[in-house]
C-alpha cells in the first residue's frame, strides 16, 4: 500500500466505539492466518473491575521469574500501542504499525471490528516471537470476546459488577454466565466473586467442566500501614509492598497471588514480593505530580468509584479540587455523589472517546466545562502547593489527560 496510515485504517474498522461481540469473523481470520492464536501457551484474566491490574501483577511475576511474557491489555491509556507489551514494555510504533500494514487485508476480508483487528496483531506478533506466555486481558464479557480463541493454562475471574448490559445482559447472573464463557475443561479458575448466588453459579460449572474453583477468600490478608505512596500487607502470612493504596490493589493482588500459588506453584514467594513492589499500573490512583499534588484514578463504575472513596476515606482525604467525567452509559449522578463529601470544588466534563452519546441531563449533574483540557486548566489554575487535584471517572479521560504529566513509558 502507498503512504499507508495505520492510524486512519484502524479508524475505518470503527475505532473503539464499534463492537462486534461475535467471534465468527475473528475465527475465519486467524484460521487463513495459520491460527497464531494456538502457537503460545496462554493465561486469561476475566472479570469487571482488576483485570488489569491482576493481568499485570501475573505479568510481573512471571516476567521475575524468567518467563518471557506477552501481555495483552484494553484500553489504552494515551496510545495503542500500550496494548501490547513485550516484558511489560509496550512495543514500538514501527512493530504495530508494520503489523497493521500486513493483516490489513484480513480485517477487511473478514469485516474486522477494532478490536477484533487489535487481538489477531497481539497473536500474529506472538507466533512470530514465541513468548513462553501471552497474558491476556478480555476485553468485554467473555463467551464472545475476541480474546476467548485460546485453550488458557489458567483462568481469573475477578469480580462482577454491572457493565456493558446492552451486550452481556441485564441481571448479574446473565453477565455472570457471559464471562464463565472463558472456562475450559479441567483448567483451573480463581476467582473474587463474593456475592452467594453468583459464587454458586460458578461453582455449578466448573463442577459440570471438571475445573478445580479457588476463591480469593480463603487467602487472609491484611494492611499493615498505608499513605499515598503505597500500603505494606500480609497476604497469606506474607509481607508486600503495594505501590498503590487502595483496597481493590490488595484484592488484585491477593487475586494474582492465589493464581501463581496454584498454576504455578514453582515460583518462589520471595520472587512474587519482589514482583508486586515493581507493578504499577498507569492510571490507577497514580500520583503524577507533588506540591500539588495530581492524583489520577480511572474508576469508570459505581463499583470501582466505591474502592476509590473508600480509599480516600481510609487516607483522609478531604477538600479535593475533583474533575471527573463518565461515559454516556455510565451512573454518573451516583458517582458524582459519592465524589462530592470529599471535594472542595467539582467539575464535570465529557469523555471524548466515550461510546454512546450524551444525553441533555449529564451537563446538569454539576458545574460542567465540555472541553477536558479547559476543565483541566481552570482547576489548575486555584490549586496551591497544598491543594490536591483528583482525576478520575474514566480511563478514557485520564488517558487523555495523562500525557501532559506522563509519557507512556514513565511509571
Not at 486469561?44 to 505479568?59: D, E, H, P, Q, R
Amino acid at each position: 500500500m502507498n503512504s499507508f496510515s495505520w492510524e486512519s485504517f484502524l479508524e475505518q474498522l470503527g475505532g473503539e466505539k464499534r463492537i462486534h461481540y461475535s467471534l465468527e469473523n475473528l475465527l475465519g481470520a486467524l484460521k487463513e492466518a495459520g491460527h497464531p492464536e494456538k502457537t503460545v501457551k496462554s493465561l486469561v484474566i476475566a472479570g469487571t473491575n482488576g483485570k488489569g491490574s491482576t493481568t499485570l501483577f501475573i505479568s510481573e511475576a512471571l516476567k521475575t521469574h524468567g518467563a518471557r511474557v506477552a501481555t495483552y491489555l484494553s484500553p489504552h491509556l494515551q496510545h495503542l500501542r500500550e496494548r501490547f507489551q513485550e516484558g511489560l514494555r509496550p512495543w514500538s510504533a514501527e512493530r504495530l504499525s508494520g503489523h497493521v500494514e500486513r493483516l490489513a487485508p484480513l480485517a477487511q476480508k473478514w469485516k474486522l471490528s477494532y478490536f477484533e483487528f487489535l487481538t489477531l496483531i497481539f497473536f500474529w506478533d506472538s507466533a512470530q516471537t514465541h513468548p513462553d506466555f501471552n497474558i491476556l486481558e478480555v476485553g468485554m464479557g467473555g463467551r464472545l470476546d475476541a480474546t476467548n480463541v485460546t485453550e488458557p493454562k489458567g483462568v481469573v475471574l475477578t469480580n462482577i459488577s454491572w457493565d456493558h448490559a446492552e451486550y452481556l445482559g441485564n441481571t448479574l447472573e446473565k453477565i455472570l454466565v457471559e464471562k464463565m464463557g472463558v472456562l475450559r475443561s479441567g483448567v483451573p479458575v480463581v476467582s473474587g466473586l463474593q456475592e452467594p448466588t453468583l459464587r454458586e453459579i460458578l461453582q455449578k460449572e466448573c463442577e459440570r467442566v471438571s475445573s478445580p474453583l479457588y476463591f480469593t477468600d480463603s487467602v487472609p490478608r491484611k494492611v499493615l500501614r498505608k499513605n499515598w505512596e503505597g500500603q505494606e500487607v500480609l497476604i497469606d502470612g506474607h509481607n508486600f509492598f503495594l505501590k498503590n493504596p487502595s483496597g481493590g490493589a490488595l484484592e488484585n493482588a491477593v487475586t494474582a497471588y492465589l493464581f501463581l500459588r496454584k498454576v504455578f506453584p514453582e515460583i518462589p514467594v520471595s520472587t512474587l514480593q519482589l514482583a508486586f513492589r515493581s507493578m504499577v499500573n498507569p492510571g490507577r490512583l497514580e500520583i503524577v505530580q507533588e506540591n500539588p499534588r495530581i492524583i489520577l484514578s480511572g474508576d469508570h463504575n459505581v463499583a470501582g468509584m466505591k474502592t476509590l472513596t473508600d480509599t480516600l476515606l481510609e487516607l483522609g482525604a478531604k477538600n479535593l479540587y475533583v474533575l471527573c467525567g463518565f461515559g454516556p452509559d455510565k451512573e454518573a449522578s451516583q458517582m458524582i455523589q459519592a465524589l462530592l463529601p470529599f471535594s472542595k470544588e467539582l467539575l464535570l466534563t465529557r469523555v471524548p472517546r466515550a461510546r454512546g452519546e450524551y444525553d441533555e441531563k449529564y451537563q446538569t449533574l454539576a458545574k460542567y466545562e465540555e472541553d477536558p483540557a479547559k476543565a483541566l486548566k481552570e482547576l489548575l489554575k486555584k490549586l496551591t502547593p497544598q491543594d490536591a487535584l483528583l482525576i478520575t471517572g474514566s480511563l478514557y479521560l485520564v488517558g487523555d489527560l495523562r500525557g501532559l504529566f506522563r509519557t507512556i513509558e514513565s511509571v
